[in-house]
Nanobody
Framework: QVQLVESGGGLVQAGGSLRLSCAASGRSFNNNGMAWFRQAPGKEREFVSGINWFGRIDYADSVKGRFTISRVNAKNTVYLQMNSLSPDDTAVYLC????????????????WGQGTQVTVSA
């Protein structure tokens, strides 16, 4: 059974940092794109960042310069380092595995995690 399990969320003050992890099991995603999305209450799910299997990285404009995505294929894990957090970053953060090597906003994602809550206080 394929699973994506996120961890690392929590409550942090504005200006603080968090590091999210997404551990995949059930199969290898080394040749697949991996991405992070987020969904805030009352808002649509939005693309945060994606990393292709060959290393290309994309970020939403709202997180450029503050968030960093990375992956360790040997661990079948993708990370999201989030710095300079603001209350606008408050959301459930979800990990997704692409059906292809690409991880762009419009990519078809075959697997999703349950999400981890990130709350940033003012």
């Amino acid at each position: 059974q394929v699973q994506l399990v996120e961890s690392g969320g929590g409550l942090v003050q504005a200006g603080g940092s968090l590091r999210l992890s997404c551990a995949a099991s059930g199969r290898s995603f080394n040749n697949n794109g991996m991405a992070w999305f987020r969904q805030a209450p009352g808002k649509e799910r939005e693309f945060v960042s994606g990393i292709n299997w060959f290393g290309r990285i994309d970020y939403a404009d709202s997180v450029k310069g503050r968030f960093t995505i990375s992956r360790v294929n040997a661990k079948n894990t993708v990370y999201l380092q989030m710095n300079s957090l603001s209350p606008d970053d408050t959301a459930v953060y979800l990990c997704a595995a692409s059906a292809t090597a690409v991880a762009a906003p419009s990519t078809a994602y075959a697997y999703w995690g349950q999400g981890t809550q990130v709350t940033v206080s003012a």
